[in-house]
């Protein structure tokens, strides 16, 4: 598998604090990651008939530019995320497969919704630092 894609609102305090846990966590620098406001995503998510101005959704993308790519979406996205995390991280993944798709969304759409009432809204994409530029494929 190639190196995941984490596509995310750029300038959401909720999304970039998701960004900077992982990147704390992933020690094998496995996940990549790109702004959705980016033309990367815009590219990604068209071929997949996603709304590229659907700011409010997370997606994962493997194996991107293969026949096989696939774009997880919402919960789906997040409980991939956690599964590759090391520690503890996989277990709340896996229980959290164990909750029908339409309730994990559910609660994923009221996060999203209030996501910049409740952590804030940047002007812009905060700039990785040089040990993370390279995994930022928007830059």
Same mark, same amino acid.
């Given at each position: 598998?190639?190196?995941?894609?984490?596509?995310?609102?750029?300038? @959401? #305090?909720? @999304?970039?604090?998701?960004?900077?846990?992982?990147?704390?966590? %992933?020690? =094998?620098?496995?996940?990549?990651?790109?702004?959705?406001? $980016?033309?990367?995503?815009?590219?990604?998510? $068209?071929?997949?008939?996603?709304?590229?101005?659907?700011? %409010?959704?997370?997606?994962?993308?493997?194996?991107?530019?293969? +026949?096989?790519?696939?774009?997880?979406?919402? $919960?789906?996205?997040?409980?991939?995320?956690?599964?590759?995390? &090391? #520690?503890?991280?996989?277990?709340?993944?896996?229980?959290?497969?164990?909750? +029908?798709?339409?309730?994990? %969304?559910?609660?994923?759409?009221?996060?999203?919704?209030?996501?910049? =009432?409740?952590? #804030?809204?940047? %002007?812009? @994409? +905060?700039? &990785?630092?040089?040990?993370?530029?390279?995994?930022?494929?928007?830059?």
């Amino acid at each position: 598998m190639s190196n995941p894609i984490l596509l995310y609102d750029g300038v @959401c #305090g909720l @999304c970039n604090r998701l960004v900077q846990f992982i990147l704390r966590r %992933d020690r =094998k620098a496995i996940f990549r990651f790109a702004a959705l406001q $980016s033309p990367l995503a815009a590219n990604i998510l $068209s071929r997949h008939n996603a709304n590229a101005a659907d700011l %409010d959704t997370l997606y994962v993308v493997l194996n991107q530019n293969e +026949p096989n790519e696939t774009l997880l979406a919402r $919960s789906d996205a997040v409980i991939f995320i956690l599964n590759h995390l &090391p #520690g503890m991280w996989p277990i709340a993944g896996f229980k959290l497969r164990f909750m +029908p798709r339409w309730l994990r %969304d559910w609660g994923y759409g009221v996060v999203a919704h209030n996501r910049y =009432k409740i952590f #804030g809204r940047r %002007d812009s @994409c +905060p700039l &990785p630092t040089p040990e993370t530029r390279a995994r930022f494929l928007d830059q």
